[in-house]
């Protein structure tokens, strides 16, 4: 790889990839197929040749960083205008025609459905820009400039590569995404997304597997399970395929030790299941479930399947049938007609339910859904301080449940040093990334070792712990040898 770099500096690609997991899995399959193409990977935007923005669109926030990425990196491109600068990802795929206005200096935009032809297409361009160079040259005297734009590329709401696509993971080696499905079939007031990735489409089990094996050859021990909806997974296929079928068959892959679930909806979370994932030591006891709300009123406002009574009964089954099972959840505030209590009931219920982890999303008001053209929109300034209300209500859950964990043992991943050199790892019960961490003691181990830990405190979303020396062989007892002998 470094070697192709030296050769052909300007096929160095630097990536930034933004939003959800999802998205970067599509980014580190876009430098599976550039590298096998004979692209580099560049981590310098200033020597890179190809400059790349993995884009999200999500909510206003996320537009606006995805924005504030492609100016950023087009000033790498006002120095040196042979570079290329392509966009790609679900900004490109709904903002496209728009941006290609907004942004000229922008040369490529590649949609959600075309990124398995990046190669193709930077080629095509290249192409382009050399051919619009020499006829700048030889119409240099005349004046004359040939115009130039960005190109776009918006085909298909999105493609679903296999196991046989090259993919390089940007993550930790010892931990990856697996995305089992793409698109989603539910209709989410406020959700964008199943009209710029569409319908859900799963893969195969036998390729979700061989896919696990290839990762886990490469040193990953955890893998966490990702789609729009990860219990929906296999549904659409009509041939048996669901994730309880996918769980049985990952927990055969030899050297795999960590398998979570994330983006779980609360429908389909049956006895079945949660029984299996209660038994599998692999499976992690930990289920990432995005509620929304609580409150009957905005959850019918919003368009989502269960009632309030509906999620206490999963979240009460969940915890009946998982010993100490880790629930995530994230909520919307301030979504449109929210009142004031409605927004009692949703602090009311994160403090009675005391979910393990919370994550609270301000309601950005998108266009193109149902939510957005709602009368009776939210004030900034209310969802702000809703916002701040509820984080304060399970900032008080967590410190509990911190402090109840104090000389509990635990498995722990080790995840490497910080900047200040403390070693630190995660749980069973912490996700990357979206999660607290383990500040580790006396850590002998290395990056990607399973080690076992006593927690010794807390503070705020962290835990810290102190590494347990490997277990000594059992020695046999007098009493043993006794009865051993004849
Ligand atoms: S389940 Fe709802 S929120 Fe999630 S991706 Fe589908 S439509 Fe959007």
Known sequence: MMNKLQSSPDKSVYLVNLGCPKNLVDGEVMLGLLADAGYTLSLDPEQAGVLMVNTCSFIDEAKEESIETILDLATYKATKAEKQLIVTGCLAQRYGQELRELLPEVDVFVGTGEFLRITEILEQKRRALEKRERVLQSDKKSGRVPSSGPTLYLGASHVLPDHTVPRIPTTHFYSAYLKVAEGCNHKCAFCIIPKIRGLQESRPIASLVAEATGLVAHGVREINLIAQDLTAYGRERRDGTTLLALLKALVRVEGLDWIRLLYCYPNYLDEALLGFIAAQEKVCPYIDMPLQHISDRM??????????????????????????????????????????????????FVTEAALDHVGVFRYSQEEGTAAGTMADQVSEELKEDRWHKLMACQAEVVRKKNRALVGEERAVLVCGQDDHGRWWGRTQGQAPDIDGIVFLEQCLAESGAMIRARITGASGYDLQARCLPEQPLQQPTALDLAVASP
């Not at 509906?310 to 009946?320: K, L, M, P, S, T």
């Not at 049938?321 to 009692?344: H, K, L, N, T, Y």
């Open 299 to 348: 959850l019918r406002r919003m368009k989502r399947e269960k009632s309030g009574d509906g999620i206490r009964r999963v979240v009460d089954r969940i915890r009946a049938a998982i010993p100490g099972v880790i629930v995530r959840s994230s909520f919307i505030v301030g979504f449109p007609g929210e009142r004031e209590d409605d927004f009692q009931q949703l602090c009311d």
